[in-house]
């Protein structure tokens, strides 16, 4: 075999170890949505079906393992919702489509970034954040512009109410909560439709009131 022939083949480590990062950073997403970001580290390793050591190897402590999580959450989400504004010609379908996939991506992940102890400020969670913000006022612009969606809730109202349906009370364990979230979250998507059907109570929550509250 030609020397560039092995340099051209992807080393065998390498693939095992970026497989064994995205198992880590499954389990924990999957686990962070359930218990909070508390659990204990071998909890995850256990999840993903790898030992301590490895899980250490890849992040060395929980702070980064949580952005790694809330990166992977907010660059996922935001595929969907651009896929869901290209895809779709309805804009309210269009946001029906990304509220339902976000709730698959458990959004609900993105909580720690609500922590005190969280680093708010690292620049890759700036972008990222700021790329799924742009997606998904795009998403509630377009809807509202058309006629579609009530235009007394914003793009906070929504993050809120799709955050707190897709995760279960940390530590209840609840038995196959999966199965009410969809409907749930149809039952949300109702309430959000144009003609409103009812006075909502105090002001449209923004992005930006939810960054400084």
Not at 66 to 71: A, M, N, S, Y
Not at 74 to 102: G, I, K, N
Not at 181 to 205: C, I, K, M, N, Y
Request: aromatic letters at 4%; hydrophobic letters at 45%; charged letters at 25%.
């Amino acid at each position: 075999m030609s020397i560039a022939a092995e340099t051209r083949r992807p080393p065998r480590p390498r693939a095992d170890a970026l497989r064994n990062r995205e198992r880590i950073v499954s389990a924990a997403r999957e686990m962070f949505v359930e218990f909070g970001p508390e659990v204990p580290l071998d909890e995850i390793a256990r999840r993903a079906g790898i030992g301590n050591a490895t899980l250490y190897r890849h992040f060395p402590d929980r702070a980064v393992l949580i952005r790694e999580v809330v990166l992977s959450v907010l660059s996922r989400t935001t595929e969907q919702a651009d896929a869901a504004a290209a895809e779709e010609t309805d804009p309210f379908a269009a946001l029906r489509r990304f509220v339902h996939v976000a709730a698959d991506e458990r959004i609900g992940a993105l909580c720690p970034m609500l922590s005190g102890a969280f680093d708010t400020d690292h620049p890759d969670l700036h972008t990222g954040r700021d790329r799924l913000d742009a997606a998904v006022r795009g998403l509630v612009e377009a809807a509202q512009v058309a006629g579609r969606m009530r235009t007394d809730v914003a793009v906070g109202d929504l993050m809120v109410a799709l955050s707190q349906l897709t995760r279960p009370l940390p530590g209840t364990a609840c038995p196959n909560m999966d199965r009410f979230v969809h409907r749930h979250l149809q039952l949300f998507l109702d309430g959000l439709e144009a003609p409103a059907r009812s006075e909502l109570p105090g002001a449209a929550a923004t992005l930006e009131d939810l960054r400084t509250t």
